[in-house]
């Protein structure tokens, strides 16, 4: 008998179920499943702050398979003056979602390229772990941001917004198992579309509802001729974060600063300022800072070059370790100078990429070796193939908060009791190029992670 085994998230009895309705894994995707036909992962990611508890056994196992995605497709998608946002959560929720319908050489593949382990169990409750302490998270930000608004928090809670939902051709013979999994474990409910007659029209309400469940931050994922007649499945999966900063930056402080745009000659830009108890570590090349936000689950990592033209030298060092040393940072009083940021890139195209990466036969190369029979019944003359994952992003960073991601417990500094002068605040301008992250502390795994090269955005 064939089994159908679920992707690397797991799914939850009835009472979780019951618990966690309208909270699925971060990450915008679409997943257009097309006859002989392929298969459009489209994958988004809009990010807006986030913080929470909860820290259970094996949360590595995830955050590492997450983080080692995101800087291979950061090394490959990093490029001259660049800006770039990518969110791995987001692009391995959309790929776990692929990965549970693949069989064979195509799913050892995925496997390999995500860096799943063998253990599919371990891993399916190592996710499921990183999703429950998300969900705490929010739960718990309400009553945390009431406490902080004493102290002068901001008094607003982080807020996670994370949608599935399967577009997929009417009268198509998707298995009923695979669809049911996916219900189950991601609940991602089915929704039927005429592809074949009005693929346009499909266009328009696909992205009216990623719009809808992205707070308009990102309207149109999907790009005009993205869907044909040929398209059988899209698979949704949107995520709008937003949380405010434990001990917001005061507006009357922000002024022009310089920054070191693509490492060239200093511009002015707004720029924040401020002192407060931060993570801070200085390693040999570079410096990382993290900014808490409410709830202190989740951070703003900073990855700051001591060379205006450091950057390229640290991305190409950047490794998971690294990654997950900064989600653990000691305390500092630290004097702050950091740009506002607003990123908006344009959608990327991620098929080369991942191909190159080694999931060959999941995007039909050669031709005829696509093997996605778990998600409907493969025939030579028709199955299912993946024909690009498109991943879009949205990134901005006030006085308030982001509108993305952040963690680290306490945030405001305890006085000492010790009778000695305290140390001398460590100040740090963040005014060259740096890389970023807006992390969840407990595991290490990285929801955005990118660079910024002009703070301004600009992205064409």
């Known amino acids: 008998m064939r089994s159908y085994v679920a992707p690397p998230l797991p799914a939850r009895n009835e009472r979780e179920r019951a618990g966690e309705r309208g909270f699925l894994l971060p990450s915008r995707s679409h997943i257009d499943i097309m006859n002989t036909s392929s298969l459009l992962i489209r994958s988004l990611a809009i990010a807006t702050l986030l913080s929470g508890p909860i820290l259970a056994a094996d949360l590595h196992l995830a955050a590492v398979a997450v983080n080692e995605l995101g800087l291979d497709l950061h090394r490959r998608l990093a490029r001259g003056d660049a800006n770039l946002c990518l969110s791995p959560y987001s692009i391995q929720t959309a790929l776990a979602l692929a990965y549970a319908g693949a069989e064979g050489k195509t799913r050892e593949e995925m496997a390999q390229v995500l860096h799943y382990p063998q253990d599919d169990s371990a891993l399916q409750a190592s996710f499921a772990d990183i999703r429950h302490s998300l969900e705490a998270m ?79 931050r990102i309207p149109n994922l999907i790009p005009e001729g993205g869907l044909d007649h040929r398209t059988r499945m899209v698979l949704a999966n949107a995520v709008h974060l937003k949380a405010p900063w434990v ?19 200093g511009t002015a830009v707004p720029t924040m300022r401020q002192q407060q108890s931060l993570g801070y570590a200085k390693h040999t090349g570079y410096t990382a800072i993290s900014i808490p936000y409410v709830g202190g689950e989740l951070h703003f990592l900073i990855l700051l070059p001591d060379d205006a033209r450091g950057l390229s030298a640290l991305e190409s060092q950047l490794t998971p370790k690294m990654l997950a040393d900064s989600s653990k940072l000691e305390r500092h009083d630290v004097i702050l100078h950091l740009p506002k940021l607003k990123l908006q890139p344009p959608t990327v195209a991620l098929r080369d990429p991942l191909m190159t990466l080694g999931m060959r036969s999941a995007f039909d190369r050669p031709r005829g070796s696509a093997n996605f029979d778990r998600m409907a019944p493969r025939q030579p003359d028709d199955y299912l193939y993946i024909s690009q994952v498109f991943h879009q992003t949205f990134l901005e960073v006030d006085e308030k908060g982001t509108e993305a991601a952040a963690a680290t417990a306490v945030a405001m500094a305890v006085p000492t009791s010790i009778r000695v002068d305290p140390p001398k605040p460590i100040e740090v301008k963040v005014d060259r190029p740096f890389v970023f992250a807006i992390q969840h502390g407990p595991s290490g795994a990285c929801l955005f992670l990118g660079r910024v090269m002009d703070p301004r955005g600009g992205d064409k």
Do not use: C, M
């Not at 669809?179 to 991601?186: G, V």
């Not at 001990?247 to 000659?265: R, S, V, Y």
């Open 247 to 265: 001990l917001q930056f005061h507006a009357d402080a922000t002024t022009p600063e310089p920054f070191h745009i693509g490492g060239g000659a």
């Open 138 to 216: 929010t739960a718990a930000t309400t009553e945390r941001a009431a406490k902080l608004k004493d102290r002068g928090g901001s008094g607003e809670p982080v807020t996670l917004t994370v949608a599935n939902r399967l577009f997929g051709q009417s009268g198509y013979g998707f298995r009923a198992p695979f669809l049911a999994l996916l219900k189950d474990t991601q609940e991602a409910p089915f929704e039927t579309l005429d592809f074949i007659k009005d693929a346009a029209g499909a266009t328009r309400h696909i992205n009216g509802w990623v719009g809808e469940q992205t707070h308009q």
